[in-house]
């Protein structure tokens, strides 16, 4: 499509259709068969990947849908989509309220995608960061033991491979939670995956609202790579993940290959035909930020029977050890500190 006047939006081309990278595997009969007449609870549910999960459950067929999240307005938005889900506002540090909410929705399935992500944010408000990273997800975890859940999803993110950054090491914390803990009856399972074309704080919109306003385009660094997936196919692979899921692993899914932020600047400022006009300038790594994410799939200890789905090596951590250490954690001053004592590879 010819872009015609100044005006003109990059809406009918999507960068995201360009970049992605569509897994082959997905089996939408599998994830129907695990979603279908279930009663499921989704964290987080107005955040990118829980309202996509939110949208995915409701596909599928789930019986009931109770959605979970601290911001009025994401989950506004997201009940405006789904009819007859239950909203409840509130935030997972809240373990009182929280357990009401268990055994009033009484979920067969939890996803747990409540978290605080924004790397340099997370760095600067360490505590909060700790409180609803790992604290809010040894509640829900806790809570669906307690209550037998069927399955509970935890997300993950690649920034917890060998974490330089507090969210990172938060989110390595929750899945050793998750990994560790006696579950029994319950199946738990934490799945680790990269970034996601569009969601809420992705490079894309704010390079569309750079190169609309003349530019300048920022990157922090010539040389920063990324993962990119589309959110829906992301959000399949996570429930088709549940579904394969025995209790206990930790999964990986298959990003693709990874992307160069640079690279990503040129292809839209070329697709809006503004090469002469917008220029690229380097900002710096910001606090916390990695060159590279890593997924660690060549660590991986096995293949699943879908080409984009891998298992981790488990990480042993006796767990009156690790409940003990997430105690002092979120007591303590220096939570870089205590992160380091529970995650060893986290450097700073």
């Not at 992301?234 to 549940?242: H, P």
């Amino acid at each position: 499509k010819i872009l015609g006047s100044e005006h003109d939006k990059l809406e009918d081309l999507s960068i995201e259709d360009l970049l992605a990278r569509h897994p082959k595997d997905l089996d939408l009969h599998l994830i129907e068969t695990f979603i279908k007449d279930k009663s499921v609870l989704i964290t987080g549910a107005g955040g990118s990947i829980g309202s996509e999960i939110a949208r995915q459950c409701q596909r599928f067929g789930a019986s009931s849908l109770t959605l979970v999240d601290n911001s009025e307005y994401n989950l506004y938005q997201i009940g405006e989509q789904i009819e007859n889900a239950v909203l409840k506002l509130m935030s997972v540090t809240d373990k009182n309220r929280l357990e009401m909410i268990f055994k009033e929705a009484m979920p067969q399935i939890v996803i747990h995608a409540a978290a605080y992500k924004h790397v340099p944010i997370c760095e600067t408000n360490q505590e909060m960061a700790v409180l609803n990273n790992v604290l809010g997800t040894k509640n829900v975890i806790d809570l669906s033991i307690e209550n037998r859940v069927e399955k509970v999803v935890v997300i993950s993110t690649d920034k917890a491979v060998r974490p330089t950054n507090v969210m990172g090491a938060t989110k390595r914390v929750t899945e050793l939670y998750a990994n560790n803990v006696d579950a029994q009856e319950t199946d738990i399972v934490a799945v680790r995956f990269g970034n996601v074309l569009g969601s809420s704080g992705s490079v894309i919109p704010k390079f569309k609202q750079q190169i609309e306003a003349g530019g300048p385009v920022t990157v922090t660094h010539p040389d920063i790579t990324r993962y990119f997936m589309l959110i829906p196919e992301a959000c399949q692979l996570v429930l088709q993940t549940a579904a394969i899921a025995k209790g206990g692993e930790l999964f990986i899914l298959d990003m693709g290959e990874p992307i160069k932020i640079v690279d990503l600047a040129k292809q839209m400022i070329r697709l809006y035909g503004k090469e002469d006009e917008v220029d690229i300038i380097f900002t710096g790594l910001r606090p916390g930020e990695k060159l590279y994410e890593e997924l660690l799939i060549d660590e991986s200890e096995q293949k699943t029977k879908y080409s984009s789905i891998f298992i981790a090596k488990p990480t042993e951590y006796e767990i009156s050890k690790l409940t003990s250490d997430i105690e002092t954690l979120l007591e303590v001053e220096d939570k870089v500190k205590a992160l380091q004592n529970i995650v060893p590879e986290y450097k700073r």
